[in-house]
C-alpha cells in the first residue's frame, strides 16, 4: 500500500521563492518534482544562489521542463561550469504529466513553480503549481482585501 502524501512539503533549506506568483496567478494544485542538476549547479544551489522570478514549466513529449530559471555559475566550476539559464528537465510521474497536459490544453492553466528547495535527504525539490492568471480587476481586489486583513489587524490590537 502506498505511503500517504504529506499535506505540507517537507522544506529544510529554501533557494529560491517565487513570491510574485501568489499574487499574478490562482493557485489551483501544488506538486512536489524532484529536478535534474548538474554538479556545479547543485553546488550553486546549495551557496544560496538561484531566480525563479521570471520562469515557467512547460510540458514537450511528454516530459516536463523548466524554462527560463537562472542558476548562476559556480564560482569554482572552471571549464565545467553550467550555462545559467538552460533548461532543467522535472521529474514527476506519468499520471502528473499526463494531469499537467489536460490541465495546460483544456482549461488554459498554466505550470508555475513556486520555490526550489532542499529537503530532509539533501535532494533538490521544485514546487510547482497548476494555476490560472489574474486579470487587472483581480489583483486590485487582492490588494484591496490584503489592505483591509492589516487594517483590521491594526486595529483588533488598538481596541482588543
Do not use: C
Not at 10 to 33: S, T
Not at 102 to 107: D, L, V
Not at 121 to 137: F, I, P, Q, T
Amino acid at each position: 500500500m502506498a505511503r500517504p502524501t504529506p499535506a505540507q512539503f517537507d522544506k529544510k533549506k529554501i533557494v529560491a521563492e517565487n513570491r510574485r506568483a501568489r499574487f499574478d496567478y490562482y493557485i489551483d494544485e501544488v506538486f512536489e518534482a524532484g529536478i535534474a542538476l548538474t554538479g556545479t549547479e547543485v553546488k550553486s544551489l546549495r551557496f544560496g544562489e538561484g531566480s525563479i522570478a521570471e520562469s515557467y514549466a512547460e510540458v514537450k513529449n511528454g516530459e516536463v521542463w523548466l524554462v527560463n530559471s537562472n542558476v548562476p555559475e559556480f564560482s569554482h566550476g572552471n571549464r565545467f561550469n553550467h550555462e545559467p539559464k538552460r533548461l532543467r528537465k522535472l521529474l514527476l510521474k506519468e499520471r502528473e504529466i499526463n494531469k499537467f497536459v489536460g490541465a495546460t490544453e483544456r482549461k488554459g492553466m498554466t505550470l508555475v513553480p513556486l520555490s526550489i528547495y532542499f529537503n530532509s535527504r539533501g535532494r533538490a525539490k521544485v514546487e510547482l503549481a497548476l494555476a490560472k492568471g489574474k486579470n487587472a480587476a483581480d489583483k486590485r481586489a487582492t490588494v484591496k482585501e490584503r489592505d483591509w486583513k492589516r487594517e483590521q489587524g491594526r486595529l483588533m490590537r488598538e481596541h482588543g
